[in-house]
C-alpha cells in the first residue's frame, strides 16, 4: 500500500473519530438536559436519533472517495440549480 493511501486512510478514520466524538459529546448535553428536566424522554430521544443520522451521513462521507465525493458536489449543484429555475 503507497504512503497516500495509507494517510488517505488515516485521515478517513480521524474524521471518523472526531464526528464520534462529536455526536457522543451532543448525546451528553442531550441526556444532561433531560435529566434536568428541559426535555421529555420522547424529545430527548428524538435529539438523540438525529445525531445517530448525522453520525452515519459523517460516516457515509468520510468512506466516499474524492471522486465520489466530486460526483456528489455536482449532482448537489445540478438539484440546487433546477430548483432554483423552478422557483
Known amino acids: 500500500m503507497e504512503l497516500t493511501e495509507k494517510?488517505?486512510?488515516l485521515a478517513q478514520a480521524?474524521?471518523?473519530a472526531s464526528a464520534a466524538v462529536g455526536i457522543l459529546e451532543a448525546i451528553e448535553e442531550v441526556l444532561d438536559e433531560y435529566q434536568e428536566g428541559g426535555l421529555s424522554l420522547e424529545?430527548?430521544?428524538?435529539?438523540?436519533?438525529?445525531?445517530v443520522e448525522e453520525f452515519q451521513a459523517v460516516r457515509a462521507l468520510s468512506?466516499?472517495?474524492?471522486?465520489?465525493l466530486m460526483a456528489l458536489a455536482e449532482e448537489e449543484e445540478e438539484e440546487e440549480e433546477e430548483g432554483g429555475l423552478r422557483s
Open 14 to 16: 480521524l474524521s471518523q
Open 43 to 51: 424529545e430527548a430521544m428524538g435529539e438523540i436519533q438525529g445525531l
Open 63 to 68: 468512506e466516499m472517495t474524492p471522486e465520489e
Open 7 to 9: 494517510l488517505s486512510e
